[in-house]
């Protein structure tokens, strides 16, 4: 290419082009139609393309299109946030449920990771929700319908109150699992440990003590029949040993403790036992159509206490199965 470039002398670069397009039209004139052809067929593309593309360049982005785009936005960030804090959790709960199969352990995460975000959502929005009417709360509702105590063991609670009373601590994760009837074929083989008759007017506690070995509490239960109240509290307290525990008590043993505490806080005096925080409030589950499970981190050293409320039930017992187990 240098040597001719070279030949052409002092020829500039334009004198050179339009002196090779004279050539070739002379050499071979039927390029030159060729040519015109091609160029009136893209200049008819370029003429039809060009205003669709000015028409839809020219429109802004609807409101719709931004706000959908900001919502999916914030569900991941709010997403991502959820399941870098729950992770570990729901690892150690799928690899207790599959052990050695790594993918039927992914695919557990993921539902549990979507049905956390569910739940999160619901709480934000039950607590951002206004009450211009006056109408009663959740909780101030619930606790009328247990004052009623109409008996008709279904459920009437709505999700969205499940937060710790001590922001400091961090909230409860919460899941459902259709398998109940393998569930419960899985307690029952494991012995009666899991199986308690709570009767009608009882309130059950399980008092799970914190491992030194772990750093979160899992829980899974069920029941026959009918529903249950239930919510879990922390009491900050040091075991003597790692032994889990039941206390059954009845809805007036209940009454009289809460009402001697108050006594004594309006008093002045120290409460009579240990300070405790609610992690979940008790509300009544339809434990009987599904699995209901969770698990929650320590916040410290202490004992948590597994409330299953039957005192609604004036006539009906209650048949739970339940499994608690900690992770590291």
């Not at 020219?58 to 706000?67: E, G, M, T, Y």
């Amino acid at each position: 290419f240098s040597k001719a470039w070279r030949e052409l002398g002092s020829l500039s670069r334009d004198e050179a082009m339009a002196s090779f397009v004279f050539l070739v039209d002379r050499v071979c004139p039927p390029f030159k139609g060729f040519i015109s052809d091609k160029k009136a067929i893209k200049d008819a593309e370029l003429k039809e393309f060009a205003p669709q593309v000015t028409e839809q360049s020219a429109q802004p982005p609807s409101l719709q299109q931004v706000d959908q785009r900001l919502f999916e936005d914030q569900r991941k960030q709010i997403q991502d946030a959820l399941n870098a804090q729950t992770f570990h959790q729901f690892s150690a709960y799928a690899q207790e449920q599959f052990p050695g199969q790594p993918e039927q352990q992914t695919t557990l995460i993921r539902q549990l990771q979507e049905q956390h975000y569910q739940q999160y959502m619901s709480q934000v929005y039950a607590q951002q929700s206004p009450n211009p009417n006056g109408e009663l709360s959740a909780e101030e509702a619930h606790q009328q319908a247990i004052r009623r105590d109409d008996d008709s063991d279904v459920s009437d609670d709505e999700a969205g109150e499940d937060l710790p009373s001590n922001p400091a601590i961090s909230p409860a994760s919460l899941w459902n699992r259709q398998d109940i009837n393998e569930f419960k074929a899985n307690i029952k083989k494991d012995g009666t440990e899991g199986i308690i008759k709570v009767g009608h007017g009882e309130t059950v506690t399980v008092r799970v003590p914190t491992h030194e070995n772990g750093s979160c509490l899992f829980w899974e239960f069920a029941t026959d029949h009918y529903d249950i109240g239930f919510g879990v509290y922390f009491e900050w307290t040091v075991a003597d040993s790692n032994q889990v525990s039941v206390h059954v008590s009845e809805s007036d043993d209940e009454e009289d403790y809460d009402e001697a505490i108050e006594a004594e806080q309006a008093e002045g005096g120290a409460p009579g036992g240990p300070r405790q925080d609610e992690i979940i409030p008790v509300y009544r589950r339809d434990c009987h159509e599904e699995v209901y499970a969770g698990s929650h981190r320590y916040p410290g050293r202490g004992i948590y206490l597994l409330k299953f409320d039957n005192s609604y039930s004036l006539w009906r017992s209650k048949t739970l199965y339940y499994r608690v187990y900690y992770s590291k």
